[in-house]
């Protein structure tokens, strides 16, 4: 029976050795072993998978189709709802989503439906990129802003219906979070981000980079000069965040995502790129979060010890059990219920260390962890040359105050009024992190996709 057979294990690159360079940890399946452990899936007629999955993909036929070798029918499949099958079978937490509903679950382990698209993803990039039917034009023309995971989703089913769809990004390459956030070694740029945003262009999405909407462009300017019927707002959230803690200005103090879009986005760790990134002998990284995991490996692949502070315990750590497996396995020292108070520095103005206290957990706060409280007379100092900052991130607040009519939160979001993005302003669309704040890469394709719903309603009915 398919539930006794043991679910197939992935290859990995040897910690010693991954630990030293930024190639992709995990190797992915072979065919023979994407189908054995496709022949693992019960085919359940409500498959509790497919209502986890924030995008809805059709997992039970396109495992099957894996199963019985039909690999293209497979990528058409995932196709049909998921744009970045090959992004997604990499970073998403499939644990707490599809996996976390598979019935094998509950007595023994869920099938790999990560692993398993991300072979069909792969699989599809190594043939050519999938045979999509591009719709024909209906005349009307829709602006994204962000070619982040929402912003490319809603571009993807947009172009689909025949829409007219040009994506607006800020920096100099698309992908958004995929090409600044997230390292090589968890998500190869070249050889996935790359490739799956040019099998979106094949459907006829233009992408203009280098454009600061609220700067270049404005949002009404969108609307009323360059003729645009919409607009999506999918440009994440790239405000860090910091402490407030006393030497928080002294050099040797950055944000993650400074951190890692220095040494993603502009390549910090090829020797052939002039990209200023300095780590020192030991850095010190505060959060728990993916962010978080992906910045202390990054420091350590960079040649310094690396140690994680968090304030809570193991057990409340919000980063995915996987990546705080692989950096443990690579030699990352966590050192939890600890918080920092203040960051010390030398004569120069430079980093020198950073000054903890010991925590120790109270009642269960807003989030349902317990919450975190000083133990009374434990500081203690940890000697460093770099504090990385991860602590989560707020939408930039650009956009919205430069667009009449937009409301936010207190915290920076864009207000929405409904499951489909619109905002407050007439033919205005948000999703993903900036309108959520911080989230995963699949939450935020889902927003853009029930927003290009939305959006094709709205036109429709102009």
């Known amino acids: 029976m398919a539930n006794k057979i043991p679910r197939v294990p992935v290859r990995e690159q040897e910690a010693a050795t991954r630990s030293r360079n930024f190639h992709e940890v995990s190797y992915g399946y072979n065919e023979e072993e994407a189908r054995l452990e496709a022949s693992r899936c019960l085919e359940c007629k409500n498959a509790r998978c497919v209502t986890m999955c924030p995008v809805s993909v059709k997992i039970p036929e396109f495992v099957a189709k894996v199963r019985d070798g039909d690999m293209a029918g497979a990528a058409a499949t995932i196709a049909e709802d998921n744009s970045l ?8 937490p499939q644990e707490i989503q599809c996996e976390g509903a598979c019935i ?7 099938v790999a439906i990560g692993k398993l698209e991300r072979f069909v993803g792969d699989w599809t990039l ?25 912003g490319l989703a809603c571009a993807t089913d947009l172009a689909k219906m025949g829409y007219g769809v040009t994506v607006f990004e800020a920096l100099h390459r698309p992908g958004g979070v995929l090409e600044y956030g997230i390292p090589e070694f968890r998500l190869p740029k070249d050889d996935v981000v790359v490739p799956e945003i040019k099998n979106i262009r094949r459907l006829g999405v233009q992408i203009e980079t280098d454009t600061v909407i609220g700067r270049t462009l404005t949002i009404d300017a969108l609307l009323e000069q360059e003729g645009f019927d919409a607009v999506f707002i999918g440009s994440g959230a790239g405000l860090p965040k910091f402490m407030g803690i ?9 944000s993650a995502n400074e951190f890692l879009t220095r040494a993603n986005l502009m390549k910090a760790h090829h020797e052939d790129h002039d990209t200023p990134i300095f780590v020192g002998e030991r850095v010190v990284v505060v959060g728990g979060g993916n962010v978080a995991m992906d910045a202390v490996r990054t420091a350590k692949r960079l040649g310094a010890e690396a140690l994680i502070v968090y304030r809570r315990s193991e057990q409340e750590l919000p980063a995915r059990v996987e990546e705080v497996h692989h950096a443990k396995e690579e ?13 010390l ?25 317990r919450s975190p409280r000083a133990i009374a007379g434990s500081e203690f100092d940890i000697e460093c040359h770099v504090v990385i900052m991860a602590l989560g991130t707020s939408p930039n607040p650009l956009i919205a105050a430069t667009t009449p009519g937009i409301e936010t939160t207190r915290w920076g979001g864009i207000v929405t009024a409904d499951d489909g993005g619109a905002t407050t302003r007439a033919g205005v669309f948000a999703g993903g992190d900036a309108v959520t704040g911080a989230a995963t890469v699949i939450l935020a394709m889902g927003a853009g996709r029930a927003a290009a719903r939305a959006i094709d309603e709205y036109i429709r009915a102009l």
Do not use: Q, Y
Not at 85 to 92: D, F, K, L, N, W
């Open 104 to 110: 094998l679950g509950i007595k023994g382990e869920p």
């Open 345 to 369: 520095g030398d004569e120069r103005g430079w980093v020198r260390g950073i000054r903890c206290v010991r925590m120790e957990l109270g009642e269960p706060d807003e989030s349902g962890r």
């Open 246 to 254: 006393p030497g928080e200005n002294l050099n040797g103090v950055v």
């Open 331 to 343: 030699g990352i020292e966590f050192h939890m219920l600890t918080n920092p108070v203040e960051i």
């Open 126 to 150: 190594a043939n050519g990129g999938t045979a999509e039917v591009v719709a024909e034009p209906n005349g009307r023309k829709v602006a994204v802003v962000g070619s982040g995971p929402s």
């Open 85 to 92: 099958p090959s992004v997604c079978g990499r970073v998403c």
